[in-house]
């Protein structure tokens, strides 16, 4: 019981709604998590128990809330962050990978909520979807629907978006009337009377579209008369080839017809020009695609306007189309500059796409996660790059200790693990903090070293905190996810709580706990939150314990029970 009260309890928390854990509750953690039922019976618990105890949902690196879907989803669309993905259809490689239709529903059922289709005009008149100008295979547009409208609403009833990169010339009819005869009442095909599509309207919000399919796809405009065309010149310089090389298929597509261009509302693709020019034009219901570089650039060169060009419309951040091995940029970086459709390759389990994966387990696992106050607000000021703390943010600090590791991988290797941060860049800590390496021991290896200490984390907007990588040499450290039966590199729909990095939350959003006001607590109280934990033993946010490593090793039996709780490392010969 002194451990529990003096080890694992945040002395911060109020006591009267959450006492520490007495006699009673101690007796019922041992009988719970006890394997030998003879020490159950007289109050012991073994280091079997104990161990068990450590790797259960009763110490959880964040609050319980925070997995429940606790933001406020009144907001407009262009506050949240969307879990979203780049090319849905591919399974591999860029230029040689295979094409799927269960992709979609992988990707849908694992939260996402914006997927990719290139449509292109088919052989036998049906479009089809595939990456052009490559050898990859294709899958047919009728088919990919169907999957969408099977798997749409399942894990979430939050929006979708269908990102059409459409090249079809002759086809295109076709593609509109599969999306209203397939997805039928889920369609959004009007906009609502309270939110028009009209300079200064606000988008909608997430709740007033729940269940909703928004298609995004070039919009057809008008040509005004006397309006001048501009003409193209016979050569480009070097620059313009380059970027359009990054963007890949996406600078190539086919001028949108009038049966596709009815179904587009609050998702209305458009160049983007400037940060000024959007300013001016006012339009929440626009929405600008920026390849990772450009975006990149944008965010060095003006990180306080490109805030404030996502308080007011979305953008989508996608791979520079030479990234052919389907690699990832890191998420981090957009996300500090409140992009929302942050678009990334789901088949490949780099640590951008974990990072991914931790982000959207916050809010019940439904793609839509509220951002910080600073970064809705016209009134406030954000800069990603300040070296100052946020307005409203008290500081804090972050131990680690790494303890043990168990069932890393059956390979004979050392094991060391580094411990990183991301979050903001004067948060972001990386190869700075690794572990003493252990030899010849992957099964049960002990560290037991001195903490690893953050400092000043009060900057920090999402930090995940990353035990290191554990891989025997010539191996990859993060590989594929796999279910039973599931193909390679498919994300997989119902994978663990905590993936292979740990999210922690800055300021408002982070996990961390911070002394919570009157207020908050009465709303907890209202929402039932203490009834429904009632008993629970309430720990302190990142605890030296609970952060065991281990590997993600594909069909790994021995420690299958504890998948969802293991770490990935890095290996060398001893």
């Known amino acids: 019981m002194a451990f529990l009260n003096g080890e694992q309890r945040d002395p911060r928390l109020n006591e009267i709604l959450y006492p520490p854990c007495d006699a009673a509750r101690t007796k019922d ?26 790797l259960s949902v009763e110490n959880d690196v964040l609050m319980a809330e925070k997995y429940d879907l606790h933001d406020d989803m009144d907001q407009p669309l262009c506050h949240y962050f969307i879990n979203s993905s780049h090319n849905t ?12 239709v269960e992709i979609y529903r992988q990707c849908l059922l694992a939260g996402c909520r914006c997927v990719e289709l290139d449509c292109w005009d088919g052989s036998d008149d049906e479009p089809i979807i595939t990456h052009g100008f490559t050898m ?23 929006p979708i978006v269908l990102s059409f990169e459409n090249h079809c010339v ?27 599509l009209e300079p200064g309207a606000p988008l909608p919000s997430p709740n007033l579209l729940k269940r909703k399919i928004l298609i995004k796809n070039k919009k057809k ?22 970027a359009k090389q990054e963007k890949g298929t996406a600078a190539s597509e086919a001028a949108a017809g009038t049966a596709i261009s009815a179904l587009v509302n609050y998702v209305t693709p458009t160049h983007f020009h400037s940060f000024e020019a ?21 965010l060095k060169t003006k990180p306080v306007e490109f805030v404030n060009y996502n308080k007011r419309q979305m953008s989508r951040i996608y791979p520079k189309g030479t990234r052919v091995d389907s690699s990832n940029y890191m998420p981090q970086a957009f996300w500090n500059a409140g992009c929302q459709l942050v678009a990334l390759n789901f088949q490949s389990l780099d640590l951008a796409m974990q990072m ?11 793609g839509y996660v509220l951002k910080p106050d600073f970064m809705r607000r016209v009134d406030r000021r954000f800069d990603p790059f300040a070296e100052s703390t946020v307005d409203g943010i008290v500081a804090g600090t972050v131990s680690v200790q790494v303890l043990s590791g168990q069932m890393l991988t059956d390979k004979r290797c050392g094991v060391y693990v580094e411990v990183e941060m991301y979050g903001l860049p004067a948060d972001t800590v990386r190869k700075r903090f690794r572990s003493k390496t252990v030899p010849n021991n992957t099964i049960n290896p002990v560290f037991n070293e001195e903490p690893f200490v953050f400092t000043k984390v009060g900057r920090a907007l999402h930090a995940p905190l990353g035990p290191g990588r554990a891989a025997p040499p010539g191996h990859d450290p993060h590989p594929a996810l796999r279910g039973d039966g599931q193909a390679a590199g498919t994300p997989h729909p119902a994978r663990q709580r905590t993936p292979t990095r740990i999210p922690t939350r800055g300021a408002a ?12 607590l009465r709303q907890d109280r209202r929402q039932g939150l203490r009834a429904r934990r009632h008993g629970r033993l309430h720990r302190r946010p990142l605890q030296p314990h609970r952060l065991p490593v281990g590997a993600a090793e594909e069909g790994e039996a021995a420690g299958g029970a504890h998948r969802g709780r293991r770490r990935a490392a890095q290996c060398h010969p001893p």
Not at 89 to 100: E, M, N
Not at 176 to 182: D, V
Not at 280 to 298: C, D, H, M, W
Not at 509 to 520: K, L
């Open 221 to 242: 405009h008008m040509h005004r008369p006397g309006a001048k065309r501009k003409s193209k010149s016979a050569g480009e310089p070097v620059e313009q080839l380059k």
């Open 356 to 366: 991914n994966l931790g982000f959207f387990e916050y809010n019940h696992r439904c």
């Open 89 to 100: 259809y591919l399974v591999g490689h860029q230029l040689t990978g295979r094409a799927s």
């Open 29 to 54: 953690l041992v009988r719970t998590y006890e394997p030998n039922k003879e020490f159950a019976d007289k109050g012991h618990i073994s280091p079997d128990g104990l161990l068990r105890y450590l």
């Open 509 to 520: 959003q982070r996990g961390q706990r911070a002394p919570q006001p009157a207020h908050a």
């Open 136 to 158: 990859c295979t294709e899958v047919k547009f009728r088919e990919v629907m169907e999957a969408i409208a099977e798997s749409a609403f399942k894990t979430s009833d939050y």
């Open 278 to 298: 959007a300013e001016k034009k006012n339009r929440g219901y626009e929405i600008s695609s920026f390849v990772e570089t450009q975006a990149l650039q944008l």
């Open 170 to 196: 002759k086809q295109q009819d076709k593609l509109a009337r599969y999306c209203r005869e397939i997805l039928a009442d889920s369609l959004l095909v009007d906009p609502f009377d309270s939110h028009p």
